[in-house]
């Protein structure tokens, strides 16, 4: 089973908590990373689009981002 990690994340300005698997974390850090973003400002921008959780929301980012690479 995958490890699942907490993280705080700041979206407009309050504190919340994000539950995705490690792996997800690992590959937002990266895009972030490659778009010379921090990861709250990455969290955000999702934020703003989502339709549904935003554990999910990020999830089908970091997918439709490698989707996209490959």
Known sequence: MAEIRKRSVKIAGHR???????????ALKDIAAAKDKSVNTL???????????LSSAIRLYV????????
Do not use: H
Request: without cysteine.
């Open 16 to 26: 919340t908590s994000v539950s995705i698997e490690a792996g997800f974390w690992d």
């Open 43 to 53: 969290v955000e921008e999702i934020d703003r689009d989502r339709q549904g959780n």
């Open 63 to 70: 997918l439709k981002y490698l989707q996209k690479k490959a």
